[in-house]
């Protein structure tokens, strides 16, 4: 964890003492550090410098609006994959020509709005995508810059559910089509060949995976070239895993040297679409213990946040580091399972966990800045929880807590009738 450290027992992000942050803005609560954002950020950019290169935060991690502005102050591109997140980085202050839209399924109406405002380039995902930017370009009468995710079928070793660079994943165009699309896209009128792109999953902990992608990749960008399709950008993706354990995953640094090793020689530029390694460890959620109840086989911590506010856990059985924020001195750790209100058995934020708690105290699930808030919901009826940015000594809430009118609005009243 970046920024996120204990003096005196109290855990404190930066100079902001955590229990002062939840007796403000109640829990479950959000709680980011801008310093730990920026610096991850500058680790990409950083090594990039001197050198072609877009660093395009990836969205889907991260769409707070306080975070996505703190990005785009230090020049960030974004890597969106919705309407939704193009307007949210638009109102964040992003340049519209450092956007590359990426995601299977694209919109007749996305893809306009996308193609009006500018953006750098789409990464297309299918033949059938490919037919469709061409029309809709066409009836805009502004060609679309676009670049093909191919899928080079590499195994990146990581859980199945965010592996995508397999044969059998949904995503991007197979290798060995991908000659024969990138042809017929050169002989359409309304798209501009720009770019070759991929994104074999997250979380990886290795640099090879991406390697091998890059080998192959690489081997198919000589080939269109010799047939005089010339690709100027190779877009990388994202992936960089995290710690969130005892991983020790590559630092972009490390990983951005192997990659502009590979490229000597090459007039290529580059772009990254990184997501989870510039907010993960930028982030907490803090949460309250409700009670504590404990039966002949098991122990439960039962918190006030759940599987609709971090779902991580639940879906993927994801292991996220769960601490105190007041470290109590006196009394045994007893094993808990840390579970939330919602009525499903799954509904578990860690388990197994020796921890030494009572009712009321308060704890920080870490690594939470990267799909965290983003993947929550109102499942069970129950309210997102508020985000909140630490900049030094201040803290400012970057999104309140929902609230139970939030939830009711633009609810439909009963049918008509009986
Ligand atoms: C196309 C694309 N780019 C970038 C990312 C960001 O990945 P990560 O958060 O692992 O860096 C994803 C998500 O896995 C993605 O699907
Ligand atoms: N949401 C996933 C990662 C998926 C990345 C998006 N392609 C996670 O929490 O680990």
Do not use: W
Not at 265 to 282: H, K, Q, T
Not at 369 to 386: H, L, Q
Request: aromatic share 8%; charged share 25%.
């Amino acid at each position: 964890m970046d920024n996120f450290e204990y003096r005196n027992n109290q855990l404190f992000c930066e100079d902001v003492a955590l229990a002062d942050v939840a007796k403000e803005f109640g829990t479950p609560v959000y709680v980011y550090s801008r310093d730990a954002i920026e610096r991850a950020f500058l680790g990409y950019s950083q090594a990039l410098e001197g050198h072609d290169a877009l660093v395009c935060f990836a969205v889907k991690a991260n769409s707070n609006l306080a975070v996505l502005n703190v990005l785009a102050r230090l020049g960030a591109g974004f890597d969106i994959v919705s309407l939704g997140e193009l307007e949210r980085v638009l109102k964040a202050g992003g340049k519209p020509e450092k956007i590359v839209f990426s995601g299977v399924g694209k919109q007749a109406h996305e893809i306009e709005r996308a193609l009006k405002v500018g953006i750098h380039c789409f990464n297309i995902e299918s033949e059938a995508e490919l037919d469709r930017v061409n029309d809709v370009a066409g009836q805009c009468g502004i060609n679309a810059a676009i670049s093909f995710r191919v899928n080079p079928d590499v195994d990146a070793g990581t859980h199945p559910y965010i592996s995508t660079g397999l044969k059998d994943n949904k995503f991007g165009i197979a290798i060995d089509e991908a000659e024969r699309i990138y042809a017929k896209a050169a002989a359409m009128q309304h798209v501009d060949i720009v770019g070759m792109d991929c994104h074999i999953g997250s979380q990886l902990t290795e640099i090879a995976p991406f390697m091998d992608a890059m080998d192959r990749l690489l081997v198919l960008v000589d080939k269109l070239a010799a047939s005089g399709i010339v690709i100027k950008h190779l877009d990388m993706g994202g992936g960089l895993g995290v710690c969130y354990t005892d991983e020790v995953p590559p630092s972009p640094q490390d990983y951005i040297s192997a990659v502009l090793k590979k490229l000597e020689g090459r007039d290529l530029g580059l772009i990254f679409e990184p997501g989870r390694s510039i907010v993960a460890n930028a982030g907490v959620m803090l949460t309250q213990v409700e009670f504590l109840k404990c039966n002949e086989s098991k122990n439960f911590a039962i918190v006030d946040a759940a599987m609709n506010d971090l779902i991580r856990p639940a879906l993927y059985s994801a292991y996220q580091e769960i601490i105190p924020v007041s470290v109590r001195e006196e009394g045994k750790p007893v094993t808990y399972d840390l579970v939330g209100p919602i009525c499903e058995t799954g509904d578990f934020i860690g388990k197994d966990r020796a921890l030494t708690i009572e009712a009321g105290d308060l704890l920080a699930v870490c690594s939470a800045g990267a799909y965290g808030f983003v993947m929550s919901s109102n499942y069970n009826s129950r309210g997102r929880a508020a985000e909140v940015m630490v900049d030094d000594n201040n803290v400012y809430e970057v999104r309140a807590r929902e609230t139970l009118h939030d939830i009711m609005r633009g609810e439909q009243t009963l049918p008509a009738g009986n």
